[in-house]
């Protein structure tokens, strides 16, 4: 199991920039892939990003690439997403997601990264306003 707390969260202007954070504890970190999640009020929760196990893949949903970035420092069990030019569609809570790393066949999928999510965090909330 894992537990996982975001952080960073925040009211930024349009086209400033924040950093989300998640620290996870549990054993493990780096036998889990990450991904980050958002949910706007009166709105389906989607994917935005997602990191393999290793950091070396990753993906994202269209309206963000290139603006977020994720990442991770599984010597500090903690995921990252540096979301630069932010947009009022930005605005949402956004949540940290764990499951396991996957099999050597589908570890490194795109299907597989987006797919179902095991464990959660509580969400932090990005508001983007001028």
């Known amino acids: 199991q894992v537990q996982l707390v975001e952080s960073g969260g925040g009211l930024v202007q349009p086209g400033n920039s924040l950093r989300l954070s998640c620290a996870a504890s549990?054993?493990?970190?780096?036998?889990?892939?990450m991904g980050w999640f958002r949910q706007a009020p009166g709105k389906e929760r989607e994917f935005v990003a997602a990191i393999s196990w290793n950091g070396v893949v990753k993906y994202y949903v269209d309206s963000v690439r290139g603006r977020f970035t994720i990442s991770r420092d599984n010597a500090k069990n903690t995921v990252y997403l540096q979301m630069n030019s932010l947009k009022p569609e930005d605005t949402a809570d956004y949540y940290c997601?764990?499951?396991?790393?996957?099999?050597?066949?589908?570890?490194?999928?795109?299907?597989?990264?987006?797919?179902?999510?095991?464990?959660w965090g509580q969400g932090t909330q990005v508001t983007v306003s001028s």
């Open positions: 549990g054993r493990t970190f780096s036998g889990y892939a």
């Open positions: 997601a764990a499951k396991g790393a996957g099999t050597p066949y589908n570890r490194y999928s795109e299907t597989y990264l987006k797919g179902p999510y095991d464990y």
